[in-house]
């Protein structure tokens, strides 16, 4: 900005030394640990048959880990379990950062009508092409693992666009799914308003914050490995995507907290919209998954999923063996039902204090009211309604074909 000419407003990033250094200081460090480099060499060297007999993260991280069916499990089926844990969670992580890309582009088209807002533009488009490589190597491992294991999608999907439901196993139907994609469109919409733009980063913030409580633990795995040199691929993956991410969660603090300093106070509308935003954040991740402890999705909607590997040969259940155990993993209190809950109470309290100094949200997101309302009784009743419905429609489940290796489907 050109402080003797005329301005067509008053504000710029240079008015706030401190939150300028910062900016720069993030965008520095981002672009010299990028791990872009490390991540692509990992997915080159991925191979099935180098990482099939080995774990992908620590024991803790297998789907449905402490159920029935995990005790039940012999040591190639945990393992199987643990490796399907991978596929699933950054599936979602995938969803995730799908829309990612789409909303930085959006914030920084509001975010670059102030002036000397450059540095966070090319922030988020640096964490944006890193989401796109973060994004190949998910889908590459994950629909290999699938093809090979069962000849069909189990959590992988097809690439989507940005306005599909986020939540690949959400509470959700045709007509939420719509209203979610038209609530994202018309943000879109908004992007000529740069408090609107900086809050996405605010909401990217708080969704970002639930990955880093799992991710973390995710990324241990390889960090600890004796042998870094022989550690599964996905492994590492996870690692270097977590150190990604870490500078992604410092952009979006900065930016959705400090940045607004600089800019002009929000008007009525914008802090209504916020408002909804934090809202919509909160019921997306009002429940939380035995299946996959850390991301929270809506069981019910993993019940004909969770049949159809249970009568896969890894498992080989029968059709009422398999319903059974469906309905012991979900409908029974177990060390995973806990282990869920206290990640999903971890998150509450984490989100709480992430957004405890902005004025502008009213009381029920600064205490996550909506969120903070589920709990292992209200978790447990929720599936043992929704299992009865499906009960009633599993019979024609029983002769549809059998998810099989591709090579004996062939």
């Known amino acids: 900005m050109h402080r003797g000419l005329e301005q067509a407003q008053p504000h710029s990033l240079l008015d706030d030394a401190r939150l300028c250094r910062q900016v720069e200081l993030n965008l520095r460090r981002n672009r010299q640990q990028d791990a872009t480099e490390a991540i692509e060499a990992a997915v080159a060297a991925y191979r099935w048959d180098d990482c099939r007999l080995a774990d992908w993260n620590p024991e803790p991280y297998a789907l449905l880990w402490g159920t029935p069916l995990w005790q039940q499990s012999s040591a190639s089926q945990r393992r199987l379990l643990n490796q399907l844990y991978w596929v699933a969670y950054y599936s979602q992580i995938m969803s995730a950062e799908i829309a990612t890309?789409?909303?930085?582009?959006?914030?920084?088209?509001?975010?670059?009508?102030?002036?000397?807002?450059?540095?966070?533009?090319?922030?988020l488009d640096l964490e944006t092409r890193q989401e796109r490589v973060h994004i190949h190597a998910f889908k590459t491992i994950g629909e290999d693992v699938e093809h090979r294991l069962f000849g069909r999608r189990l959590f992988t999907y097809p690439m989507r666009h940005p306005f599909t439901e986020t939540m690949v196993f959400g509470d959700s139907n045709r007509a939420k799914a719509w209203w979610k994609g038209l609530q994202l469109r018309a943000f879109?919409?908004?992007?000529?308003?740069?408090?609107?733009?900086?809050?996405?980063?605010?909401?990217r913030g708080l969704r970002t914050l639930n990955g880093k409580i799992v991710q973390h633990k995710l990324g241990q795995h390889?960090?600890?490995?004796?042998?870094?040199?022989?550690?599964?691929?996905?492994?590492?993956?996870?690692?270097?995507?977590?150190?990604?991410?870490?500078?992604?969660?410092?952009t979006s603090r900065i930016v959705g907290l400090e940045v607004p300093r600089v800019l002009p106070k929000p008007t009525a509308f914008?802090?209504?919209v916020v408002n909804r935003g934090v809202a919509g954040c909160q019921r997306d991740h009002y429940h939380f998954s035995t299946a996959i402890n850390g991301i929270f999705w809506y069981d019910p909607a993993l019940y004909e999923t969770v049949y159809r590997l249970l009568r896969s040969p890894a498992f080989g259940l029968e059709h009422e063996a398999?319903?059974?155990?469906?309905?012991?993993?979900?409908?029974?209190?177990?060390?995973?039902?806990?282990?869920?809950?206290?990640?999903?109470?971890?998150?509450?309290?984490?989100?709480?204090?992430?957004v405890e100094p902005i004025p502008w949200l009213n009381g029920a997101n600064?205490?996550?009211?909506?969120?903070?309302?589920?709990?292992?009784?209200?978790?447990?009743?929720t599936n043992r309604a929704a299992f009865a419905r499906f009960r009633g429609r599993a019979e024609a489940l029983r002769t549809q074909p059998v998810a099989m290796p591709a090579e004996q489907a062939a």
């Not at 600064?366 to 009743?381: C, F, I, Q, T």
Request: proline share 3%.
């Open 101 to 123: 890309i789409f909303l930085n582009q959006v914030s920084a088209a509001g975010l670059y009508a102030i002036e000397d807002f450059r540095p966070v533009c090319d922030s």
């Open 188 to 203: 879109s919409a908004m992007a000529g308003s740069a408090f609107l733009g900086s809050q996405y980063l605010l909401i």
């Open 222 to 250: 390889y960090a600890s490995h004796p042998d870094q040199a022989a550690a599964p691929a996905p492994a590492a993956i996870s690692w270097y995507h977590f150190s990604d991410e870490s500078f992604h969660f410092n």
């Open 270 to 272: 914008e802090r209504w």
């Open 322 to 354: 398999a319903l059974a155990m469906v309905g012991r993993c979900f409908c029974e209190d177990s060390d995973g039902v806990q282990a869920a809950a206290r990640t999903h109470a971890e998150a509450v309290e984490s989100y709480k204090l992430f």
């Open 366 to 381: 600064k205490e996550m009211r909506h969120m903070a309302r589920n709990g292992v009784a209200r978790y447990l009743a």
